[in-house]
């Protein structure tokens, strides 16, 4: 129960506003309402409140699932609202496939990418070990890899944003990840999966934050809130004891924050994350890993 306690906690409330390029190529601050922005997992729970949000700031929001029925609702929903607009694209993150392929579809369709949240995600409390599509622990599949592999995948795109700004919805919960071992095939249990992939998003941030600063790209990593009362919690058999309007608070800070490039929230908190993050041998490896799983950089 402690541990399960650990896989996800707490937040306060801010104000959303135009996001401050903190890196070393300064860029003309965007207001909300002129921005392209895709959030991942956004047909449900945080994601969903997240979109409905940067929508209301008028934005162009470009919602993200499985489920094209509640994709649908969501850009209805945003469309009746009459301030920005959005459009709903369909994409399984237990297939790489489906990721490119998403990626394709979004650069295709549009001339930039202001805001990336790598939103989506899953925790399997209970259950046998499984695997994605392409044969990889499904947690870090889904969790972890599909959001390194889009994000790489978007960065051209992401480029010729304006004020552009990545934001990976990690957690509290941090599982350090055996390099021996990363697909957890020994000893696996859901809290370790969720755990090792919450953290891998951690040094992924950090790791990225660094090689796009000369480009002017802001990459944040946070812990939303604790039990937000979403399906995920619901579904594990959990007792939500926060609001998701509390994560996407949250959220809503790391989009807008002039914290340094690679700063780890725990709700709008600088938190400090579990000490493998600052392991630059860890972040190195990690990348390694992700670089032969997915073939990018
Ligand atoms: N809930 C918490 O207390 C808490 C705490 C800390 C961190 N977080 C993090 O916050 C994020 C959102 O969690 P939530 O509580 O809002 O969860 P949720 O209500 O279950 O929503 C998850 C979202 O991810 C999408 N998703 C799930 N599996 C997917 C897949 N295989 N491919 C593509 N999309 C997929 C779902 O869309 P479809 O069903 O349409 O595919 C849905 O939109 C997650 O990254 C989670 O780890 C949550």
Do not use: C, W
Request: net charge positive; aromatic share 6%; proline share 5%.
């Amino acid at each position: 129960m402690l541990t399960t306690l650990l896989v996800l906690a707490l937040a306060v409330a801010a104000p959303a506003g135009a996001p401050q390029p903190s890196g070393a190529a300064a860029r003309p601050v965007v207001p909300t309402s002129q921005r392209i922005v895709l959030v991942t997992g956004s047909t449900d729970g945080l994601g969903r409140d997240v979109a409905r949000r940067l929508a209301a700031d008028g934005a162009h929001v470009i919602i993200h699932g499985r489920n094209a029925e509640r994709g649908k609702a969501v850009v209805d929903e945003i469309g009746k609202g009459g301030k920005g607009s959005a459009r709903f694209y369909q994409a399984d993150f237990a297939s790489l496939a489906e990721v490119r392929r998403l990626a394709d579809e979004i650069t295709r369709d549009y001339p930039r990418l202001d805001l990336l949240v790598n939103n989506a995600g899953v925790f399997i409390r209970e259950g046998e070990r499984q695997v994605s599509k392409d044969g990889h622990e499904l947690t870090f599949a889904v969790n972890y890899l599909s959001g390194y592999l889009l994000t790489y995948k978007l960065l051209p795109l992401i480029e010729k944003g304006r004020s552009p700004r990545i934001v990976n919805v990690s957690s509290l919960s941090a599982a350090p990840i055996d390099f021996a071992d990363v697909m957890i095939e020994r000893n696996y249990s859901g809290n370790r999966a969720y755990g090792q992939s919450k953290l891998s998003q951690v040094l992924f941030t950090i790791d990225l934050a660094a090689e796009l600063k000369p480009k002017g790209i802001v990459v944040q990593s946070l812990h939303p809130a604790t039990y937000m009362d979403t399906t995920m919690v619901r579904s594990g058999g959990m007792t939500p004891r926060s609001t998701v309007a509390e994560g996407a608070d949250a959220v809503m800070n790391a989009i807008a924050t002039d914290a340094p490039s690679g700063t780890y929230f725990v709700g709008q908190k600088i938190g400090t994350p579990h000490a493998q993050a600052a392991d630059a041998d860890a972040r190195r490896q990690l990348r390694e890993v992700s670089k032969k799983l997915t073939g990018v950089p």
